[in-house]
C-alpha cells in the first residue's frame, strides 16, 4: 500500500487523473439527482394543471341539444373469402324509434382546457360504438368502430350533453370493467384516460396514458388481428 502511495505521489499526473475521474463521476451524479427532481416537480405541475371530467347531478332538460350522439351495439363475427373479418348487427340498429338513451352532462373541472376528447368503447371483442349519423354505413360495410372523435375545445367549467342510444336487449355493459374510456388532449399536450362506467354513472380520476394507448383505444388494428386469430384476445 506504502508503495502504491509512493507511486502516486511521485506522478503528480496520476492524481490529476484521479481527481478529473472523481469530479466527474459526482457531477454525473449530481446531474442524475437534480434531472430526477426536476422530473418529479414536473409530473407534478402537471397534474395540478390537468384537465378532469366529472359527471354533473342535472335533469336532463328536453330542451337541450346534445353536443355528442353516439350509438352502442354489441354485434357478431365472421370471416369471408377475402380472410377479412366481416360484422352483423341486430336488424333492429336503424330503428330509432326502439332506441333506449343515456345521457349525461359531463363538466370540465380541472385547471385546463381540452383540445380533443375521444369517447370509446372498451370491450373492442363485442361492442361497437359509433357517431349516431355513421349507423347505416357501418352496418352496410359490416365494419366495426370504437370511438369518436370530439374536436371541439372544452373550457374549464364547459358542460357537454352526450347522449348514448342503445338497443334495450342489446349487450352494452361490462361486468368487471367500464364500458367507455374518455380520453383528452389536454391544452399543455398531455394524454390522459377516464374510465368511464355509463350504468353506475361513474367516471374515474384521470390518469396519464401514452400515444400508443390512445392509438390501441382509437384504432381497430389490433382487434381485427384478434378477431383472425382469437387466441391473441
Not at 336488424?91 to 370509446?120: E, S
Not at 372544452?154 to 348514448?164: T, V
Not at 336487449?169 to 391544452?187: K, Q
Request: charged share 30%; aromatic share 14%.
Amino acid at each position: 500500500m506504502k508503495a502504491i502511495l509512493n507511486f502516486i505521489n511521485d506522478n503528480a499526473i496520476i492524481v490529476l487523473v484521479i481527481n478529473i475521474i472523481t469530479q466527474i463521476i459526482f457531477r454525473k451524479n449530481d446531474r442524475k439527482y437534480n434531472e430526477k427532481w426536476e422530473n418529479k416537480k414536473e409530473r407534478k405541475q402537471q397534474f395540478l394543471n390537468k384537465a378532469e371530467l366529472h359527471i354533473e347531478n342535472k335533469t336532463w332538460d328536453s330542451k337541450d341539444k346534445p353536443d355528442i350522439c353516439l350509438f352502442m351495439t354489441d354485434f357478431k363475427t365472421s370471416i369471408n373469402d377475402k380472410k377479412d373479418v366481416e360484422f352483423h348487427y341486430s336488424k333492429d340498429v336503424l330503428k330509432k324509434d326502439k332506441y333506449k338513451h343515456l345521457r349525461f352532462y359531463i363538466k370540465n373541472i380541472g385547471n385546463a382546457d381540452i383540445n380533443q376528447l375521444d369517447v370509446c368503447a372498451t370491450a373492442q371483442k363485442n361492442t361497437m360504438l359509433c357517431d349516431i349519423e355513421s349507423i347505416k354505413y357501418i352496418v352496410d360495410s359490416k365494419f366495426v368502430n370504437y370511438s369518436y372523435c370530439y374536436d371541439r375545445k372544452i373550457l374549464k367549467n364547459d358542460i357537454i350533453l352526450i347522449d348514448i342510444a342503445y338497443l334495450e336487449d342489446s349487450i352494452i355493459s361490462n361486468t368487471f370493467s367500464c364500458e367507455l374510456a374518455l380520453l383528452f388532449r389536454d391544452s399543455y399536450g398531455n394524454l390522459y384516460e377516464q374510465p368511464f362506467f355509463i350504468q353506475q354513472r361513474n367516471l374515474y380520476e384521470p390518469s396519464a396514458i401514452s400515444n400508443k394507448d390512445y392509438r390501441s383505444y382509437t384504432l381497430p388494428d389490433t382487434a381485427l388481428e384478434c378477431f383472425k386469430n382469437p387466441w391473441m384476445w
